[in-house]
């Protein structure tokens, strides 16, 4: 049999076809992973379209319907301020997606740049940065967002910035790891023997290796972000009283408890939307952990 | 390396991390915009110079912030958290005071929902991909995504609102008076004391919140448990236990969960931060007076000395639990004990 196999058929389309039908193969046997994506892309859709869809204006309040229950005007009912709560869910997308986000990325970005760093250089400074990545470690999430929250004031930004403060030495640690480990394989000791600099040892061939289980991490962890955001909204930490955010929502709920159709629609509306990112995130671990599937 | 050797090592290297900690929780309270003076003075009180200038004396504001951070470390050695703006009293008694509440309920919270976690987590791994499994998953997933605070206001209108089975909001009923001192643990102390009518109130009151936290602490335990106890049930030492004939349930219990536990207790260990997280929304919709409700009006009036001494208190326990944790090591693994 000669050996006529043509090297030319791996092209970078075919490569591609090739990743795509991997894909789209584990996403046919993991339905959990695409019911997770259908619901953040609707969730998407519905926030980014909000001015559309709804009824009403966010902010309007209507002193005529105050508390009202689920009606044909009012499908999720009116507020303690006569806002049509429907509206209100659909405008809340546009605050919490983003802001969990916003929270991973740059949390990660801070992580990933203290983390190189520390792990690249080594030595005394690799030990200071390290102590400053446990010092903000020893502090409970909720408690350091809470105090950095309090002194900047309720504001959506300023909850995302403390929620960042808090959100990026666990990447540091990780990434750090992982560039220690990288470090000292051959692909790196070539770059080095050829004259690359120190940066573009880093940047060209250290960290693209530890990037995946970096953007694993972030992808678990939008749910929990988004959930914590929530919590500070629904402390006053978060978004001004007045925005149509979510926690903020909820936390209504607690004087006006037997109108549930003030807390529970948005309450759902965070639940649905974390539960739809930690079934994106628990379907793509198992598809990296080779460990668990079998 | 010997053990007294191994401590003092470890010791050494908490002491700049607590002084970190100081540094951190000094810094957030005073490189801020907000101002406590707006917070905590009424509105008449903010035209008049006077007033404002013996505020700022009196909180020590109009002194440079090194001076400020010194003193404060000055007091700290002396077990002198400051005392609170809000609240007028010394931040150390007010922690005295809140602290029990939280135990109470983390403790109800943490026992309740380690313990249901395990079991849901090893009937998952046991009988994987059958229904109950995907059953268990799909609620513990569920217990990690709701909202901890709609969770607590779904059983607070459930249970008491709706169905009227348990008391609301509070942890004793106002009519009946808290029983003296002892551990200021509710439950404890009225049935040391012989109270039962304010046992019976206050274990009731618990039910609700204390299971609410559980709820969400069995959702994170039985993931771990259900992933952990997967892979040692794949080890060869089960398979060689099982080719020895032991029953299947020895065999789950005694050579796969007792090594499985291994990472669930260490989680454990690291999950009283979400505790903590969970006991802060918790206290403030069930009207909770711990350590949480105390941090969350702190943060809300501004008073910095009570934040300032909370996630200081808060960041030291954990410095602390660490620390145990690491000499636990020392036993545990053998190779710290040759390096």
Known sequence: MSLTYSTTSLTRASVWRKRWEDVAHHLRRNPIVVAGLTVVIVWCVLGLLASVIAPYDPLAQNTKALKQP???????????????????VLYGARITIPAGLQTVTFGSLVGIIVGSLAGYLGGLFDEILMRITELFMAFPTIVLAMAVTAALGPDVNHAVFALVIVWWPSY?????????????????????????????????TILPNCIAPALILATLDIGNAILTFAGLSFLGLGAAPERAEWGRMVSIGIDTFDQWWIWLYPGVAIALLVMAFNFIGDGLRDLLDPRLRR | MSFPLYILRRFLLTIPLVLGITVVAFLIANAVPADPINANLPQNALNNPEIIAVFRAKWGLDKPPVERYLTYLGNLLRGDLGTSIKTNRPIAADIARFLPATIELSTVGILFGVGLGILFGVISAVWRNSLIDYGVRILSLIG?????????LLALSIFHAQLGWLPGPGRINPRITPPQTITGLYVVDSLLRGNMRAFQDTLLRLILPGFTLAMYVSGIIARITRSSLLEVLGQDYIRTARAKGLREQTVIIKHGLRNALIPVVTIIGLMYGNLLVGSVLIESIYAWPGIGLYMFRASTSQDFPAIMGVSMLIALIYVGVNFVVDLLYYFIDPRIRLA
Request: hydrophobic share 45%.
């Open chain 1, 70 to 88: 689920p009606s044909v005007s009012h499908i999720m009912g009116t507020d303690e301020l006569g806002r049509d709560m429907f509206t209100r």
């Open chain 2, 144 to 152: 990690v995504s709701f909202p901890i605070f709609l969770l607590a």
């Open chain 1, 172 to 204: 540091a640690r990780m990434i750090r790891g992982l560039v220690l480990d990288a470090k000292s394989r051959e692909y790196v000791e070539a770059a080095r023997s050829v004259g690359a600099s120190g940066f573009y040892i880093l940047t060209r």
